[in-house]
Every structure is written in structure tokens, then in C-alpha cells.
């Protein structure tokens, strides 16, 4: 798939607002009934930078640079331990009439 910024043609650096407008120009330039691949194209690339959410999965994963959160945190070097849990805290939250 190509680049969404470009096939919505919008700067990185693009708000949530511009995005969707320039989604909709698009759309009524390129309806659904007359070239629906390119709709197509078009509606993939707005779901993937809709939102900012959508635009940090796509910088982080989509882009093929991590696979995984941990491997965002390893190149981070994060020291923050994660809280392992204990079978018997499991099997007490299990058992809450106990």
C-alpha cells in the first residue's frame, strides 16, 4: 500500500481536522460508484490517519520499524520493572467469597 499521507495528500504534521477534510474532498471527487479503487485507496489511508492515535500505530508499527510494544521499550531503554503476578494472588482474586 502506498504511503497514506500520500494518497490524501496531507503534510505529516497534520491535525485530525485537516485530515478529515481533505478525506471528504476527496471522497466527493472520487465517489465509490465511478472509481471504486481509488475510493478504496482513499478510505484505507483516512482509517489509518484518522485520528491521533491512528497516526502513532501507523508511525510505530505500520511502518515496519517495531513489531511489538516491548521492542519500542527495549530501544527506549526503559528500566521500569513489570509487575508479575503470583498464583496464589490470581487464585485469591478467583475466589472472592473465600
Do not use: N, W
Amino acid at each position: 500500500m502506498k504511503d497514506p499521507y500520500q494518497v490524501l495528500e496531507v503534510p505529516v504534521e497534520a491535525d485530525d481536522a485537516t485530515v478529515r477534510r481533505r478525506y471528504l474532498e476527496l471522497v466527493r471527487q472520487f465517489p465509490p460508484e465511478h472509481e471504486p479503487e481509488r475510493f478504496a485507496a482513499i478510505r484505507a489511508a483516512y482509517e489509518k490517519l484518522k485520528d491521533r492515535d491512528s497516526r502513532a500505530r501507523l508511525r510505530l508499527f505500520d511502518q515496519g520499524r517495531y513489531d511489538s510494544i516491548d521492542a519500542i521499550i527495549e530501544e527506549l531503554g526503559c528500566q521500569t520493572p513489570r509487575p508479575r503476578l503470583r498464583l496464589k494472588d490470581l487464585l485469591a482474586v478467583q475466589e472472592p467469597g473465600s
